[in-house]
């Protein structure tokens, strides 16, 4: 199992080395530059948009949608032959029904509930001074310490890039792809994930209008 993980893991890597000490930041020293997420994609998942001259969103790509909306799809598909088979087929439930039945009744729900949790705003708002991932604005929430994703816009020190090796499958067959972070690094050197997609291109271009929008600094680790 060591020698399949070293094989997965272990290619060579033609990237250059990246040291956190060439910034001369001492914030950059405090700051874990390890992967912040799991996983990730093999595509752009968001695109960076403009909602109006202070705000900066990031927004569910095209591609991200049709990759939840297929879970529905397929669960309702799948809803539709069960209720066929057993109204006009003359069949009894059985084994095959019913795993028509569970997977009608699971995927639409899974993937509802990503679709909705993935397609949430990225927002970057200057004129409130926050930034936060969801469909609530957080002047609204009493206690804002209590969100998972969110930070005052001062509280900013740099951006982050980092990439990260995914690795999906068994021993027999298995897949890799380098996906791309984008993170946010307070001023204690603590990371906030905005978010991780598979095109390093566009992820670097967003980063650079966002770097411009909020004055800060860019930290290319890819």
């Not at 290619?11 to 060439?22: G, H, K, N, Q």
């Not at 469909?135 to 005052?152: C, I, M, S, W, Y």
């Not at 993170?183 to 990371?191: Q, T």
Request: aromatic share 12%.
């Amino acid at each position: 199992m060591k020698n399949f993980l070293k094989k997965m893991v272990g290619a060579p890597d033609e990237r250059d080395t990246f040291y956190p000490s060439e910034l001369g930041d001492p914030v950059a020293m405090q700051t874990d530059w390890t992967p912040a997420t799991s996983g990730g994609t093999t595509f752009r998942t968001h695109k960076l948009v403009e909602s109006n001259p202070d705000q900066l969103e990031f927004r569910a790509s095209t591609g991200l949608k049709l990759f939840y909306l297929i879970f529905l799809v397929v669960g309702v598909g799948a809803l539709i032959a069960f209720f066929c088979i057993i109204s006009f087929g003359g069949r009894q439930v059985n084994w095959g029904t019913l795993c028509l039945l569970g997977v009608g009744i699971t995927f639409p729900t899974a993937g509802a509930r990503l679709l909705y949790i993935r397609t949430a705003p990225i927002v970057f708002d200057r004129r409130r001074g926050f930034f936060w991932i969801g469909r609530k604005n957080p002047e609204h929430v009493f206690n804002k310490g209590t969100l998972k994703h969110f930070a005052e816009l001062e509280q900013i020190h740099a951006l982050q890039l980092i990439s990260k090796l995914v690795v999906t499958g068994s021993q027999l067959d298995y897949s890799r792809y380098f996906s791309y972070e984008l993170n946010l690094v307070l001023e204690d050197g603590k990371r906030i994930n905005v978010l991780s997609q598979g095109d390093q291109d566009s992820l670097r271009e967003d980063a650079e209008t966002l770097a411009a929008f909020l004055d800060k600094p860019i930290w290319d680790a890819t």
